[in-house]
């Protein structure tokens, strides 16, 4: 068997810097491959992987950049769809714009789902007891205030 020879390209600094981090990232969430990356950066492509696999901060940062290239491709179809609303066929017109509405509702019934349930407000504690003035005991004095019975909630 062969001996494994390194190759002549340099290993990435590790730990990865922000910035070699974000190029990464970017590169790899727009779908290139491990290799295209390393040959773009001139590192070596293996080292390149491990690194980011040991990186804390690069699952992060590749979903950031994931985020960013999915709402890019989604303006990239809306774009053309709308153009093609402006098509002289009338079918082709007609087909971008019943897709163009079924995306609107789509959306709309989307945002409805995701908004936020109000904040559960604790009960109120419950108000004390009034105590009667002018109520003396034997003695001829007021007694303190009775505190109400706390309601626990159960389960």
């Known amino acids: 068997m062969p001996a494994l020879t390194p190759t002549s390209l340099p290993a990435p600094p590790l730990p990865l810097s922000a910035e070699l981090r974000a190029e990464v990232a970017y590169r790899r969430a727009r779908g290139a491959s491990w290799d295209a990356v ?8 293996d080292a390149l992987r491990r690194a980011a696999t040991t990186d804390p901060l690069f699952a992060a940062a590749l979903e950031r950049e994931w985020a960013d290239a999915v709402r890019e ?30 995306y609107a509702m789509e959306g709309r019934r989307d945002e409805g789902r995701r908004k ?5 407000t604790p009960p109120a504690a419950p108000k004390a007891a009034p105590t009667a003035p002018g109520v003396r005991d034997r003695s001829g004095r007021t007694p303190p205030p009775v505190e109400p019975a706390r309601v626990v909630p159960m389960g």
Not at 38 to 45: E, I, P, R, S
Not at 79 to 89: A, C, F, I, N
């Open 38 to 45: 390393g040959a773009a950066l001139q590192l070596d492509a």
């Open 73 to 102: 491709g989604e303006a990239d179809a809306l774009r053309r769809l709308r153009k093609l609303t402006e098509s002289e066929d009338e079918q082709v017109a007609l087909r971008a714009a019943t897709v163009l509405v079924r």
């Open 116 to 120: 936020p349930a109000p904040p559960r």
